[in-house]
């Protein structure tokens, strides 16, 4: 079958050959957008008499034609057509004749690809704000339960001091802000218009670029041609900003794994949530939060790929570009249906709070406590560190706990530990304590979240 771009060629096709170079199989997915900037493009052509208004709406007509079939699902796409543009162009010709020809004018296939991502990149990232926003929500409700909820806060993953879990949930509503404040700023540009920019170099038709901007709903044109075509940081942001996101997401749900175990029984996911094991039927596995734990790498690797095509690509158009639409898609499709399943699994997820706050109370999270307690007496905190250090370590040997000491052995260390040492080694004395701006504080956290509430 002859090529649209044939003219010049005698040579016969090979169909091995066309579909290496062919990327229908996956930009069939801008479909949508890709009528949506021709539609933009001819009315400017029209508008400024580039070709004549019965010509446009011709095209306009046959375009509208073409939307409706690709949203019903009644387009066959084929490799000999090559990639969207194409296809869609082949189908245009069938559905009102040559006049579809004057489509093409001052408009090259690179300025329409351009056009096409920025619109479905434009579309998704909003999209994914809004889920963005679903989840801090939630996390902002389950924090709410929680304020009051002790844990055992970790460093090294070993205890370190006790926390309150809502202040724990915080955190995450503290990172995943920072990841949508870094989506909604790369909107900026995200939201330029390639269109018009031609092969590379501009057209010498009077084309007006404004015009398709505007029309497009962009904000504004690229101010070089070179730039609009060849560049596509706007896709390596997203995946940067992406890959940060997912490793947020991949963190929390290493720790939901964890306290999913036996070891720590701290949360319980709902059946909808989880699965079950082929051979060991008392398997209840957190399947879900595995899944975007390794979904992340996958999304790394969408931007390292796109990194590696674009590092050494001269001005301007290569069909190494070609390569820069399954990562931007498979990104897309990775991000919104985990942050929905990361959703309703932290929104349903169920919380041991007994267990938890016990886990607090067979350690020595507490020696912090008694360290600050000697040094607010006058003992140098360097002093009071090596005091409790050395009764731990004689706790440890005698199997028991900073609270479990009696009186007179504390007195004898020092008089200056009282009787009411015992309730500040209690958790949650040590919890409600922490004050400073940002601390575990219940009112701290109350504070976190009220301006959370805000926000949102
Ligand atoms: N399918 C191509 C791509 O995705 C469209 C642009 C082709 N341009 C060209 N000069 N061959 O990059």
Same mark, same amino acid.
């Given at each position: 079958?002859?090529?649209?771009?044939?003219?010049?060629?005698?040579?016969?096709?090979?169909?091995?050959?066309?579909?290496?170079?062919?990327?229908?199989? *996956?930009?069939?997915?801008?479909?949508?957008?890709?009528?949506?900037?021709?539609?933009?493009?001819?009315?400017?052509?029209?508008?400024?008499?580039?070709?004549?208004?019965?010509?446009?709406?011709?095209?306009?007509?046959?375009?509208?034609? $073409?939307? &409706?079939?690709?949203?019903?699902?009644?387009?066959? *796409?084929?490799?000999?057509?090559?990639?969207?543009?194409?296809?869609? &162009?082949?189908?245009?010709?069938?559905?009102?004749? $040559?006049?579809?020809?004057?489509?093409?004018?001052?408009?090259?296939?690179?300025?329409?690809?351009?056009?096409?991502?920025?619109?479905? !990149?434009?579309?998704?990232?909003?999209?994914?704000?809004?889920?963005?926003?679903?989840?801090?929500?939630?996390?902002?409700?389950?924090?709410?339960?929680?304020?009051?909820?002790?844990?055992?806060?970790?460093?090294? $993953?070993?205890?370190?001091?006790?926390?309150?879990?809502?202040?724990?949930?915080?955190?995450?509503?503290?990172?995943?802000?920072?990841?949508?404040?870094?989506?909604?700023?790369?909107?900026?540009?995200?939201?330029?218009?390639? !269109?018009?920019?031609?092969?590379?170099?501009?057209?010498?038709?009077?084309?007006?670029?404004?015009? @398709?901007?505007?029309?497009?709903?962009?904000?504004?044109?690229?101010?070089?041609?070179?730039?609009?075509?060849?560049?596509?940081?706007?896709?390596?942001?997203?995946?940067?900003?992406?890959?940060?996101?997912?490793?947020?997401?991949?963190?929390?749900?290493?720790? =939901?794994? $964890?306290?999913?175990?036996?070891?720590?029984?701290?949360?319980?996911?709902?059946?909808?949530?989880?699965?079950?094991?082929?051979?060991?039927?008392?398997?209840?596995?957190?399947?879900?939060? &595995?899944?975007?734990?390794?979904?992340?790498?996958?999304?790394?690797?969408?931007? =390292?790929?796109?990194?590696?095509?674009?590092?050494?690509?001269?001005?301007?158009?290569?069909?190494?570009?070609?390569?820069?639409?399954?990562?931007?898609?498979?990104?897309?499709?990775?991000?919104?249906?985990?942050?929905?399943?990361?959703?309703?699994?932290?929104?349903?997820?169920?919380?041991? @709070?007994?267990?938890?706050? &016990?886990?607090?109370?067979?350690?020595?999270?507490?020696?912090?406590?008694?360290?600050?307690?000697?040094?607010?007496?006058?003992?140098?905190?360097?002093?009071?560190?090596?005091?409790?250090?050395?009764?731990?370590?004689?706790? @440890?040997?005698?199997?028991?706990?900073?609270?479990?000491?009696?009186?007179?052995?504390?007195?004898?260390?020092?008089?200056?530990?009282?009787?009411?040492?015992?309730?500040?080694?209690?958790?949650?004395?040590?919890?409600?304590?922490?004050?400073? +701006?940002?601390? @575990?504080? +219940?009112?701290?956290?109350?504070?976190?979240?009220?301006?959370?509430?805000?926000?949102?």
């Amino acid at each position: 079958m002859a090529k649209l771009w044939g003219g010049r060629f005698d040579g016969k096709n090979e169909a091995w050959i066309d579909a290496f170079g062919a990327s229908i199989p *996956f930009d069939q997915k801008l479909a949508k957008q890709d009528i949506i900037g021709s539609l933009a493009h001819v009315k400017m052509l029209g508008a400024t008499g580039i070709i004549t208004t019965e010509e446009a709406s011709e095209i306009t007509k046959g375009l509208n034609i $073409l939307a &409706e079939k690709v949203a019903n699902n009644e387009v066959t *796409f084929t490799i000999e057509n090559e990639d969207i543009h194409l296809n869609l &162009e082949k189908m245009l010709t069938d559905e009102i004749g $040559l006049v579809a020809g004057n489509l093409h004018t001052a408009r090259s296939r690179n300025d329409q690809v351009a056009t096409d991502m920025h619109l479905y !990149l434009k579309e998704h990232v909003q999209d994914i704000i809004e889920k963005m926003t679903d989840f801090r929500r939630v996390l902002v409700e389950k924090a709410e339960e929680h304020v009051e909820t002790i844990m055992p806060g970790y460093t090294h $993953l070993q205890h370190a001091q006790p926390i309150s879990f809502g202040h724990h949930l915080m955190a995450y509503y503290g990172m995943l802000s920072r990841d949508q404040a870094r989506l909604e700023e790369s909107l900026k540009r995200i939201d330029l218009s390639p !269109l018009g920019s031609a092969a590379l170099a501009g057209t010498t038709f009077p084309i007006d670029r404004f015009m @398709t901007t505007e029309e497009l709903g962009f904000a504004a044109p690229y101010n070089n041609s070179l730039d609009g075509v060849s560049d596509r940081d706007f896709i390596l942001e997203f995946l940067s900003n992406s890959s940060i996101l997912m490793m947020h997401l991949s963190r929390f749900c290493e720790e =939901i794994i $964890l306290w999913c175990s036996n070891e720590f029984k701290f949360v319980e996911l709902t059946d909808t949530f989880s699965t079950g094991s082929s051979i060991m039927p008392q398997k209840k596995n957190p399947d879900m939060a &595995e899944l975007i734990r390794g979904k992340s790498g996958r999304v790394f690797g969408d931007l =390292i790929g796109l990194l590696t095509v674009m590092k050494g690509l001269p001005l301007a158009y290569n069909k190494d570009l070609q390569e820069d639409k399954e990562g931007m898609f498979d990104t897309v499709h990775t991000v919104a249906t985990s942050l929905e399943i990361m959703t309703g699994m932290i929104a349903t997820m169920s919380v041991n @709070t007994i267990h938890m706050a &016990e886990s607090t109370e067979k350690d020595f999270s507490n020696a912090t406590e008694l360290a600050d307690y000697l040094a607010t007496r006058g003992i140098p905190f360097r002093q009071a560190h090596e005091i409790v250090g050395k009764l731990v370590l004689d706790c @440890t040997q005698k199997g028991i706990y900073l609270q479990d000491v009696p009186l007179e052995e504390y007195q004898a260390i020092t008089p200056l530990i009282e009787v009411d040492i015992y309730d500040t080694l209690a958790s949650k004395t040590a919890v409600i304590r922490r004050h400073s +701006f940002g601390g @575990t504080g +219940f009112d701290q956290v109350k504070a976190q979240i009220d301006l959370a509430k805000k926000e949102l």
